[in-house]
């Protein structure tokens, strides 16, 4: 199982694009939109209100690229392989999701370099929570894309149909505006929605807080998609 985590690392670091693709563009969300509406945002700087959301839209974008290499890998025939050999299944779904989450942190992680400029004090406890907060929300979003990425063959199919999950679920998290303040339906979809308590956590982490109920949720989440991708990948072909 760990050469197959290993592995998922070490093509990230092979790629640089993708480095770039998963930065730059929540980067350019959180520089632009950031700085174009703080001035009709009353009560705080909106380039600070929108930083945490930004970094989860990092580790949203991550989770795509990531389990997208398991439809690469079934092109390739490398998943053929390794499903035949004598790794247990549920190995081979950890070790993937392990993958996703650790590169996804990293990603994160870098994100936090820009932290200062979003008002946000940094100190070894900020850092420790939100590190903490972005492991559990990426558990849980790399736990979605591998359970929607594994059956499927297209890789354009794939980001057509994450896209047309994954961004409104961010929109839809409290990232870009108060969900409190929202209307009635905007409130009970947040509620039902996951990365909303992935938000929670990221953005109470970076305070210095713990939402305990965000981390249980999100984690608990990811937990049943790692069971729901292990039952799949179980299952007979």
Do not use: C
Request: proline share 4%.
């Amino acid at each position: 199982m760990t050469w197959l985590w290993w592995r998922e690392v070490l093509r990230f670091f092979r790629q640089p694009n993708r480095v770039v693709g998963a930065l730059a563009t929540p980067m350019l969300f959180w520089l632009v939109i950031g700085s174009g509406f703080g001035g009709s945002f009353r009560g705080a700087s909106y380039l600070g209100y929108l930083y945490p959301g930004s970094a989860v839209l990092i580790l949203l974008f991550a989770a795509i690229f990531s389990t997208i290499s398991i439809i690469e890998d079934r092109r390739e025939g490398f998943l053929q392989g390794v499903l035949a050999s004598p790794i247990h299944r549920s190995a081979i779904v950890l070790a993937k999701v392990l993958g996703g989450v650790t590169v996804a942190t990293l990603q994160a992680g870098l994100f936090l370099a820009l932290a200062p400029a979003a008002g946000v004090t940094v100190t070894v406890t900020t850092v420790g929570l939100a590190l903490a907060a972005f492991v559990a929300t990426s558990f849980a979003m790399t736990g979605l894309g591998l359970l929607m990425a594994w059956k499927m063959e297209s890789t354009q199919g794939f980001h057509a149909v994450m896209n047309l999950f994954l961004m409104p679920m961010w929109m839809l998290s409290g990232a870009l505006f108060p969900i409190d303040t929202a209307p009635a339906w905007v409130r009970a979809a947040a509620a039902a929605n996951p990365l909303h308590y992935g938000y929670r956590a990221v953005e109470s982490a970076l305070r210095g807080e713990v939402a305990v109920a965000g981390f249980g949720v999100v984690a608990g989440f990811g937990l049943v998609m790692l069971i729901a991708g292990t039952a799949l990948a179980s299952a007979r072909d």
